[in-house]
Nanobody, 128 residues
Framework: QLPLVESGGDLVQPGGSLRLSCVVS????????IGWFRQAPGKEREGVAC????????KYSDSVKGRFTISRDIAKSTVYLQMNSLKPEDTAVYYC?????????????????????WGQGTQVTVSS
């Protein structure tokens, strides 16, 4: 069983919305910060949004700030990425990843090199 499984990717028109889900298995969200990253063809992987082990700390890239929201449901061991006002430049494969941190920490980095566990990715395409 993979520790991180993403879902929710789809084809959506510009201005539309999607919600991605990342189900986390075998890793406690109390001890792992979770991040959403994306990679478009020919581009480097980008940290989109990350959430701390306390759930209070979040970090967003400038390109998505105000449009995307990261959240988590401890009971479901799931982290979400709500994406609104989608643009064609949001088109990419979206990955969730886990980075071990002290429990209940409000701090989080969003550097992909810090994250040890990765999901398989889900495709998001924004096009008319």
């Amino acid at each position: 069983q993979l520790p991180l499984v993403e879902s929710g990717g789809d084809l959506v028109q510009p201005g539309g919305s999607l919600r991605l889900s990342c189900v986390v298995s075998g890793l406690s969200l109390d001890y792992y910060a979770i991040g959403w990253f994306r990679q478009a063809p020919g581009k480097e992987r980008e940290g989109v949004a990350c959430i701390s082990t306390s759930g209070d700390g979040t970090k967003y890239s400038d390109s998505v700030k105000g449009r995307f929201t990261i959240s988590r449901d401890i009971a479901k061991s799931t982290v979400y990425l709500q994406m609104n006002s989608l643009k064609p430049e949001d088109t990419a494969v979206y990955y969730c990843a886990a980075d071990q941190w002290p429990p209940y920490s409000p701090y989080v980095n969003c550097r992909s090199t810090d994250f040890e566990h990765w999901g398989q990715g889900t495709q998001v395409t924004v096009s008319s």
